[in-house]
Every structure is written in structure tokens, then in C-alpha cells.
């Protein structure tokens, strides 16, 4: 039933959203019975034309009662309720943390239920919510740049073949990492899952000032750059700042510098503060933080309890049109709610 309504909340929103609309108001006059109207009208804030329609469908399918004395529940609504409870009160649940996040950040958010850090299937269902989403979204000839890591891996193995033509780019170089969650590996598998197509960029994440001016002056490079920059959608991880520091072999003055300066979370080369203050970057080839501006469709990624702090920090300064899809751990730390 829970996996029937998660599905169900992705594929037809509103359905869910007058199932719970409705589940409020059966609610609502099973603690308050016998109730009128009018006072029911007062008591959820619903305009009485919008309940008035509702009452009437609750009462054709003999969940409540209308009498002189007001609306009760029938056995029948109050079973349907008991049913409901637990499902529609998770609903409402992850529905709270959504509208939490997007008060205080400005972007939509969907969560999943779980921590990623001990269960390695809500990092897969977190890769499913964004390849659905993905997928609804995509259109012909659009052009997708993805980075690495092991929880874009999750969205590219999420993916279908689709009756469009769709360019898959990785968002910068390789990290050096096992190569199977490396950027072009990701977008190359986006490719073939899709049947679409997919540009490579043969180049280290982290350069020289030196290297980084050669390259850029290579055609092969300097054609994939293009590519990038001209992405429409964009699906990216949010990391762990010295986590992440480790992976790309810094410095032990860079490690240095990031704990002196606080630094908690990381995204395209870029260190950040809890504050959202860029504290650190380092030259990488690829699309930066800058060019998101520009973009309309942005995926962040990321879950677990232990990355709270990182995605808190991003959000800071996530562009608006941003759609983060994290996990319940991660949400309820981002909002103080545990």
C-alpha cells in the first residue's frame, strides 16, 4: 500500500492530494461529530463551495452521515479511515518536510523514506524518484550532463528507452575513482539505457593552472565543453566537503585550509561553508557552479543523515529552479526535526 502510494504520488499528484484532502476532512468530522458545515468550513480553512462538492462525494460513497445535527461518519468512513491512517499520516509527513525545505530554501524537494547511509535500496529508490522525474521531463533533442558518483550510477540503472533523441554529456572529468561511477561512464550508460546519445571528456577533474590552459585549447575538449554548457537539464550529487577533498587526493594544506575555514559541503569543485560561503575551489574542467544561473531543470541528489550539513550548506545557494531529491534522514536533520 505504501509503495502503491509513493508511485501513485509520482505519477498523478492530485490524486493523492484529494485523497488526502479527503482523508483531512473524514478526519476532521470524526473528531469533531456531529459537525456542520459551516463550522467544518472554518475549522480546515476550505472554502464551503470546495467542501460542499466534497461532502457530497463522501456522502454518495456512505462514508458520513449528513443530519439536522450535522455530519457524522457512517462504519463504513470510519473503517476506510482506520485504513487510511497510517499510509495518508506518512503522507503527510513527508508532504510537512517538503513544504518545510521549500519555505526556507525556495526549491521543491522530494523525499523518500529511510537513511541512505545504512540502507543501500533508499539510495537506489532515490535514483528511481529522479530517473522518473527525469524522464517526464525530458523532451526531443534535449541534452542532459550528469556527474559522477555512486548515487548517479543509481539514476542512470533507473532509466528506459525513450522514443527521443536525447545527448547525455558528463558534467566535468573523471575524479580518478572507480570507474564505474565516473561521469562519462554515467552518461554513456544514460546513453545506451535511453537509446540516445553521449559526448566524453578524456580529462582529469583537477588540473594545473597550466594544464587547465592547454586543454582548453583542445578541439575535442573545447567541442565537449560546448556541449556541457549547453546542457538543458543538469543532475548532480552534493558531497561531503572533506570527504570529498580525500577522494580528489588534496593537499594536507587544502585539508587544512577547508577545517579552518568550517567548509561542510562540496558540488562542482566548489567548497562551502554552512553559510553557503564558497570557502574553496579548485580548477576543474567542466561545468561550474556559475553556469547553473542559466538553467531550468537542475536535479541535486543526495541523502543520509551524515550529508545534512553538506546539502543544508548547498541550499544556501542552490539556484531556485533546483528539484533536490533526498532521503527522510537527510530532511528531517535539514529542518531540525529529529
Known amino acids: 500500500m505504501e509503495d502503491l502510494l509513493k508511485i501513485q504520488h509520482r505519477l498523478v499528484p492530485d490524486l493523492i492530494d484529494k485523497m488526502y484532502r479527503r482523508f483531512n476532512i473524514l478526519s476532521t468530522i470524526e473528531k469533531k461529530q456531529p459537525i456542520g458545515r459551516r463550522t467544518l468550513s472554518d475549522v480546515m480553512n476550505i472554502t464551503e463551495r470546495v467542501l460542499r462538492t466534497e461532502i457530497e462525494i463522501l456522502k454518495q460513497q456512505d462514508l458520513i452521515r449528513v443530519q439536522s445535527t450535522g455530519m457524522k461518519l457512517t462504519e463504513t468512513g470510519e473503517h476506510t479511515l482506520a485504513s487510511l491512517s497510517h499510509y495518508l499520516t506518512l503522507y503527510s509527513s513527508f508532504n510537512h518536510l517538503e513544504d518545510e525545505i521549500f519555505n526556507q530554501y525556495g526549491v521543491k524537494v522530494h523525499i523518500v523514506r529511510g537513511n541512505s547511509d545504512k540502507d543501500e535500496t533508499v539510495k537506489a529508490e532515490m535514483g528511481n524518484v529522479t530517473g522518473e522525474l527525469l524522464e517526464q521531463s525530458l523532451y526531443d533533442k534535449a541534452s542532459v550532463s550528469v556527474t559522477g558518483g555512486s548515487t ?68 575535442a575538449v573545447i567541442e565537449v565543453l560546448d556541449a556541457i554548457r ?66 531550468t531543470n537542475i536535479f541535486a541528489v543526495a541523502g543520509g543523515a551524515s550529508k545534512a550539513d553538506a546539502i543544508k550548506a548547498y541550499l544556501e545557494i542552490a539556484p531556485k529552479n533546483t528539484i533536490l531529491v533526498t532521503d527522510e534522514s537527510a530532511a528531517k536533520a535539514i529542518i531540525n526535526a529529529e
Open 152 to 219: 548517479m550510477a543509481k539514476v542512470s540503472e533507473s532509466l528506459h528507452p525513450l522514443d527521443k533523441d536525447i545527448l547525455f554529456t558528463p558534467a566535468r572529468g573523471g575524479l580518478g575513482e572507480n570507474v564505474v561511477f565516473q561521469a562519462n561512464t554515467i552518461c554513456a550508460s544514460m546513453a545506451n539505457r535511453t537509446g540516445g546519445s553521449y559526448k566524453v571528456l578524456y580529462v582529469p577533474d583537477q588540473v594545473s593552472e597550466s594544464s587547465y590552459e592547454t586543454l582548453l585549447k583542445e578541439p
Open 230 to 295: 549547453r546542457s538543458d537539464f543538469i543532475i548532480h550529487g552534493i558531497g561531503d566537503a572533506l570527504k570529498m577533498a580525500e577522494r580528489r587526493k588534496s593537499s594536507d594544506e587544502v585539508l587544512s585550509q577547508l577545517k579552518h575555514h568550517h567548509a561542510v559541503g562540496e558540488a562542482f569543485g566548489y567548497y562551502f561553508n554552512a553559510k553557503g560561503e564558497v570557502v574553496h575551489r579548485v580548477k576543474t574542467i567542466g561545468l561550474q557552479l556559475e553556469d547553473l544561473a542559466t538553467k
